[in-house]
């Protein structure tokens, strides 16, 4: 069964640092979010991507973070100027298409420590 | 913003057994989803119900939605060693696919 993809399974990176955090979506699939989930708390929406565009963000969404679909294949998520409180797990996931009763993909998710 | 919410649970059962567990939310949403999150792992989705529907099945899963309430119940039959895991519902809005995910029930199933 085709899988997203993340790498890498762990990141520590200094604080100020900057930090790409990949992902490799299901081939046919169109729409593109990224997730965190801050240790003992609710996974939270980041952003969406569709046509190569933000088509949503959220208020955690701020001018640090940005997102890319460099080539056919990779989506990722920069992170430009790191802080303590960024330190998550970063899930990515996609779905085929525009329609919301499409379920989501998700990978396995990056470690991402800032120190 | 909506909210998917459940109440927390740690659920410690025997294998066999049924697990239940509940989800809140606050807002008028499009579709209700529930999430398996394995230790260490990403979420995989098991089951989506329509605000339109009140009850879908999946094999050993049954979940129900009570718009009126706003709330929701996931239903595991025969647990088996395997279902130990955390279990998130999250909800979508009309109109985007954003998810707001709870905080998560952890289901132990005890072999």
């Known amino acids: 069964e085709p899988e997203v993809t993340q790498t890498p399974s762990h990141q520590v990176t200094q604080m100020g640092q900057e930090v790409i955090l990949r992902c490799v979506p299901i081939?046919?699939?169109?729409?593109f979010y990224w997730y965190r989930q801050i240790l003992g708390q609710k996974v939270e929406f980041l952003v969406s991507?569709?046509?190569?565009?933000?088509?949503?963000k959220s208020e955690i969404f701020d001018d640090q973070f940005s997102v890319e679909r460099p080539d056919g294949s990779n989506f990722t998520l920069k992170i430009r100027s790191t802080k303590l409180e960024d330190s998550a797990m970063y899930f990515c996931?996609?779905?085929?298409?525009?329609?919301?009763?499409?379920?989501?993909?998700f990978g396995d998710g990056t470690r991402l420590s800032i120190l | 913003s909506q909210q998917g919410e459940e109440d927390p649970q740690a659920l410690s059962i025997q294998e066999g057994e049924n697990a239940t567990m509940n989800c809140s939310y606050k807002?008028?949403?499009?579709?209700l989803q529930w999430y398996r999150q394995n230790s260490g792992r990403g979420l995989v989705h098991l089951i989506l119900?329509?605000?339109?529907?009140r009850e879908k099945h999946s094999g050993r899963l049954r979940v129900t939605l009570d718009t009126s309430k706003k709330s929701s119940s996931l239903l595991i039959t025969a647990s088996r060693a395997a279902d130990t895991a955390s279990y998130f519902c999250?909800?979508?809005?009309?109109?985007?696919?954003?998810?707001?995910f709870g905080k998560g029930n952890q289901v132990v199933v005890i072999p």
């Open positions: 996931a996609s779905t085929t298409g525009i329609s919301e009763d499409q379920p989501q993909h």
């Open positions: 081939s046919n699939h169109l729409y």
């Open positions: 991507f569709y046509n190569n565009e933000i088509s949503e």
């Open positions: 807002t008028s949403i499009n579709n």
């Open positions: 119900i329509r605000s339109n529907e």
């Open positions: 999250a909800t979508a809005p009309y109109g985007n696919n954003r998810l707001a």
